[in-house]
């Protein structure tokens, strides 16, 4: 199964962009990467998640290495709002039934 | 209003007892999952299920057992609760498969005493 690896922790001054890498090196042509956040253990949230190409929303940016290994986040204007534990996940696709595999989560920490 | 509900939100519990958490979905979403989350750790998922009928394990599935026998509901049952089950549980539901968005329950609180 494709697995993911993040930065434990990161910090990222107000205003400014937060950009948070996730590993997935074994991750298989067929399966999207997706981005959620969780602030002080609420249910998770969605972000973003693509396949490919990079994508944008109203919420962030998702950058894609060409050979799909790799992968950053980018919260342009980053808020203390933001302060959260960040999730880059790879959806494994079965037979019939699939499931997502969290990876350990990058704790981001936006300050003043 | 439509979404994804979870009951109950917390819930004390003694060892050996049963417990039922349950999970409702507005969407008709063929999906469903059951995470837990222990303090300090990421998501752990424990069972899944396809479609009403189809259930699959996780990666921590012992202790609990999981049914489907309408879409929109996917109950978690804890035949006899142990302490180590002490944990926020997430009910997550999608539609289809890779590309489509998963959104998560605002968790069940359980401990077990």
């Known amino acids: 199964d494709a697995k993911t690896t993040q930065p434990p922790s990161m910090d990222c001054a107000e205003g400014r962009a937060a950009n948070l890498p996730c590993n997935h090196s074994?991750?298989?042509?067929?399966?999207?990467v997706y981005w959620y956040r969780q602030i002080h253990s609420q249910g998770p949230q969605y972000i973003i998640h693509?396949?490919?190409n990079n994508e944008t929303n109203e919420m962030a940016s998702l950058i894609i290495t060409e050979d799909r290994k790799s992968s950053t986040l980018i919260l342009p204007h980053a808020t203390l709002r933001d302060t959260a534990v960040y999730y880059c996940?790879?959806?494994?696709?079965?037979?019939?039934?699939?499931?997502?595999?969290f990876g350990t989560g990058t704790r981001l920490q936006v300050f003043p | 209003d439509a979404g994804i509900t979870q009951s109950p939100r917390y819930k004390i519990t003694e060892t050996g007892r049963q417990v039922t958490l349950m999970c409702h979905q507005t969407?008709?979403?063929?999906?469903m999952f059951w995470y837990r989350q222990d303090l300090g750790h990421g998501l752990r998922l424990i069972y899944y299920s396809a479609a009403a009928d189809i259930t699959d394990k996780g990666e921590v599935p012992d202790g609990y057992v999981v049914s489907r026998s309408k879409t929109e509901n996917f109950p978690l049952t804890l035949e006899s609760a142990t302490r180590s089950q002490t944990s926020v549980y997430f009910c997550?539901?999608?539609?289809?498969?890779?590309?489509?968005?998963?959104?998560f329950g605002e968790g069940s609180w359980l401990t077990v005493v």
């Open positions: 074994t991750i298989s042509g067929n399966e999207y």
């Open positions: 996940i790879v959806r494994v696709a079965g037979e019939d039934t699939d499931k997502l595999i």
């Open positions: 693509g396949l490919k």
């Open positions: 969407w008709s979403h063929s999906y």
């Open positions: 997550a539901s999608s539609d289809d498969r890779s590309g489509n968005t998963i959104y």
